[in-house]
T-cell receptor, first 113, second 113 residues
Framework: IAGITQAPTSQILAAGRRMTLRCTQD?????MYWYRQDLGLGLRLIHY???????GKGEVPDGYSVSRANTDDFPLTLASAVPSQTSVYFC????????????FGPGTRLTVT | GNSVTQMEGPVTLSEEAFLTINCTYT??????LFWYVQYPGEGLQLLLK?????DKGSNKGFEATYRKETTSFHLEKGSVQVSDSAVYFC????????????FGAGTRLFVKA
C-alpha cells in the first residue's frame, strides 16, 4: 500500500440500504477526512478525525457516521442511503507537521437508486 | 465566514497558450492558500501553496501569488500542455486555528493539441 486506498471504487446501492466506504492510509498521518464531491459545489467536508479515537462533524454530516479505531483506518457509514447521497466520496489525510496539506485517495463513486 | 470563489469553467485552450484561473477568497485572519489539481479518475493532489501575503507558490510551471489587498490567488501558467487538462481547485485554511480546508467549486481545463 502506498498512500491512501479506498474501497470500493464504485457502487450502486438501493435506497434504504446500509453501506460502509473503506479508507486506509499507510503514512501514519494523525488527521483524516471524508469529503463528498458534487458538480458545481466542489468538495464538502463530511466528517474528520484529528487522531485515533476522536472524530468531528464537518459541513454536511447528516446521514453519515465515522469511526477511528486506529491510525490507519477511517470508515464512513451510510446507515440508510438516500438518493441525495449519490456522489463521489474522497478520503484524505494530513501530517501534523503540515496540517494544511492534504493527501487524497482515488475516490469512491456511489450511486443510490 | 470563510469562502472561496473560482471562475466557472470549462476553460478551453490550445497547447502553448497562457492560462489564468481566477480565485478570490473571503476569510478571517490570515489564511493559507492552495491550488489542488484533479486529473481524470483520480483524487486531488496539492499543486502549490502560499502561507502569507505576497508569497508566490510555484510548481510544474504553475504559479500563484497571495494578494491580500485584492484577496486573490490566481493560478497562471505561461504555456499549457495537453497533459495539464484537469480540474483545478482553489482552497484555503483559515488563519484562526484548526486545519479544515475550504475548497472552491473547481475549474475544468481542456487543452487541445
Amino acid at each position: 500500500i502506498a498512500g491512501i486506498t479506498q474501497a470500493p471504487t464504485s457502487q450502486i446501492l438501493a435506497a434504504g440500504r446500509r453501506m460502509t466506504l473503506r479508507c486506509t492510509q499507510d503514512m501514519r498521518h494523525n488527521a483524516m477526512y471524508w469529503y463528498r464531491q458534487d458538480l458545481g459545489l466542489g468538495l464538502r467536508l463530511i466528517h474528520y478525525s484529528n487522531t485515533a479515537g476522536t472524530t468531528g462533524k464537518g459541513e454536511v454530516p447528516d446521514g453519515y457516521s465515522v469511526s477511528r479505531a486506529n491510525t490507519d483506518d477511517f470508515p464512513l457509514t451510510l446507515a440508510s442511503a438516500v438518493p441525495s447521497q449519490t456522489s463521489v466520496y474522497f478520503c484524505a489525510s494530513s501530517d501534523d507537521r503540515f496540517p494544511n496539506e492534504q493527501y487524497f485517495g482515488p475516490g469512491t463513486r456511489l450511486t443510490v437508486t | 465566514g470563510n469562502s472561496v470563489t473560482q471562475m466557472e469553467g470549462p476553460v478551453t485552450l490550445s497547447e502553448e497558450a497562457f492560462l489564468t484561473i481566477n480565485c478570490t477568497y473571503t476569510a478571517t485572519g490570515y489564511p493559507s492558500l492552495f491550488w489542488y489539481v484533479q486529473y481524470p479518475g483520480e483524487g486531488l493532489q496539492l499543486l502549490l501553496k502560499a502561507t502569507k501575503a505576497d508569497d508566490k507558490g510555484s510548481n510544474k510551471g504553475f504559479e500563484a501569488t497571495y494578494r491580500k489587498e485584492t484577496t486573490s490567488f490566481h493560478l497562471e501558467k505561461g504555456s499549457v500542455q495537453v497533459s495539464d487538462s484537469a480540474v483545478y481547485f482553489c482552497a484555503l485554511t483559515p488563519g484562526t486555528g484548526g486545519f479544515k480546508t475550504i475548497f472552491g467549486a473547481g475549474t475544468r481545463l481542456f487543452v487541445k493539441a
